[in-house]
């Protein structure tokens, strides 16, 4: 079957998480994805966090599935020579180097239009243009520069930023669909673009919610839902919300039976308005249901917390999944905190290929995280990570190196 970004060839010039998810989606999606590496060291992933000596990192493999690798000294005068070849050849050029870096290569947006005007250039950058444009940026300064750090955790407490990659991963999702769009408009325009996703704009896009809630609180001065009402106070700013929903139905976390010694035994629980009274019965509070002070979601929002924890009481006497099980037949939105090893060792998640088992030459078998975007006429097959310059010489060969002129190269240290 055929893959929907069949004959799209990418140059990828990604490192360490952002750039390598964008282009691993790319990937699954069917593009030839040439994974550019500094010869000897490669992505510097390759090697941190390494769980087995001397292997690629779990960190490498797990973001760089069903790339080709080639190693080339970008540096080296015939080395930028392979490069622009690859350039000439390539549709999208994607990189997520520090600002500059790829301008001091030798590859200026001007240059790379020279060579290729249908060059699609992809970059993720730190910030946008303004006064941090320069800075080099990983995911949690971006999680604290888009906003997520100072609306996550609670009122009492410091910012806390997120488990989930939102800065890096997160920014990696929005370049993709930059880069389908671009690849898109080419085929009207006949031309490359510049495509820039930026991580704080990224998180901020994630955080919309909270902006929204930063001119609902400068507008009214109290937000309802937020566990600060009624008693506590609202200052400037969008305040921690600890575990409130971002919605307009109310939900925290809750105990199940287990929380003494299960760091997870807990659940998400929404007391959605339509099912109130279903909530009321399950819990064996049924006079609530028709009491003015608790009938109505204006009338709950200054008693939240007393009404959590009353449900609380129920659910610490289930176990999360007893209790998924039965609030779920009254349609009560719930969801169980899940941890990692129960979600590697779920089985629905295998049968969907959203956790795949891969085999390695050098790792063995380990578990990565599949396409979570399912093309039904575009199915992935997620294949392992490319050995540092695994791929060389066949891409050499591709470009129209011969066997000789691939060996002068690799003595002359460009690739
Ligand atoms: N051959 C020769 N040199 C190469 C090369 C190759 N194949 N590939 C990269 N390089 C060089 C670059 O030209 C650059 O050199 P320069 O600084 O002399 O111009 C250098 O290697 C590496 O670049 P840099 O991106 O600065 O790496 P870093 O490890 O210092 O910084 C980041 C890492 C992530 C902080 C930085 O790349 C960054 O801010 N990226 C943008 C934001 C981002 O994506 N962050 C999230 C990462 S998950």
Same mark, same amino acid.
Request: proline content about 10%; overall charge negative; cysteine-free.
């Given at each position: 079957m055929g893959k929907a970004l069949d004959g799209v060839r990418i140059l990828d010039f990604t490192h360490v998480q952002s750039g390598p998810t964008c282009t691993q989606l790319l990937a699954w999606f069917g593009a030839d994805v040439i994974k550019v590496e500094r010869a000897g060291?490669? *992505?510097? !992933? #390759?090697?941190?966090? #390494?769980?087995?000596?001397d292997v690629d990192s779990l960190y490498f493999t797990m973001l760089n599935h069903n790339k080709r690798s080639v190693t080339i000294d970008t540096k080296n005068p015939e080395g930028k020579q392979v490069l622009e070849a690859l350039i000439q050849k390539c549709d999208v050029l994607v990189e997520n180097f520090a600002p500059g870096a790829l301008d001091r290569m030798g590859f200026t947006w001007e240059r790379i239009q020279e060579l290729n005007p249908r060059m699609i250039v992809a970059s993720v950058k $730190?910030?946008?243009?303004?006064?941090?444009? *320069?800075c080099k940026v990983y995911e949690n300064v971006a999680q604290c520069a888009g906003g997520a750090a100072s609306t !996550? +955790?609670? *009122? *009492?407490g410091p910012p806390v930023v997120s488990g989930a990659q939102i800065g890096d991963s997160g920014t990696g999702l929005h370049l993709a669909l930059g880069i389908v769009t671009a690849l898109y408009q080419r085929t009207q325009t006949g031309r490359g673009q510049r495509v820039l996703a930026a991580m704080q704009d990224g998180v901020l896009n994630l955080c919309r919610v909270k902006l929204r809630d930063q001119q609902r609180l400068e507008r009214t +001065?109290?937000?309802?839902?937020?566990?600060?009402?009624?008693n506590g106070k609202f200052g400037e700013a969008v305040p921690r919300? +600890?575990?409130?929903? +971002? $919605?307009g139905q109310p939900g925290w976390i809750l105990k199940c039976k287990g929380w003494e010694t299960d760091p997870n035994a807990y659940i998400y629980f929404i007391t959605q308005a339509p099912v109130w009274a279903k909530i009321c019965n399950v819990i064996g509070?049924?006079?609530?249901? !028709?009491d003015p002070d608790y009938a109505t979601p204006a009338a709950r929002l200054p008693r939240l917390k007393d009404i959590f924890a009353e449900i609380e009481r129920w659910t610490m006497t289930k176990t999360k999944f007893e209790a998924m099980q039965i609030l779920n037949k009254y349609d009560i939105p719930c969801g169980p905190i899940l941890s990692m090893k129960e979600i590697a060792e779920e089985p629905s998640l295998r049968q969907t290929g959203t956790i795949v088992e891969v085999d390695h030459p050098t790792r063995g078998k380990y578990l990565t995280v599949g396409n979570p975007i399912k093309l039904s006429d575009s199915p992935t097959e997620v294949k392992r990570s490319p050995l540092l310059g695994e791929h060389t010489d066949e891409v050499m060969a591709e470009l129209g190196y011969s066997p000789e002129q691939i060996s002068a190269l690799r003595t002359a240290g460009a690739i």
């Open positions: 060291a490669g *992505d510097i !992933t #390759r090697e941190q966090l #390494r769980d087995i000596p $730190g910030f946008g243009p303004g006064p941090y444009e *320069d !996550t +955790g609670f *009122d *009492d +001065g109290v937000m309802k839902e937020y566990p600060q009402y009624p919300a +600890g575990n409130a929903s +971002g $919605g509070k049924e006079e609530w249901a !028709t």
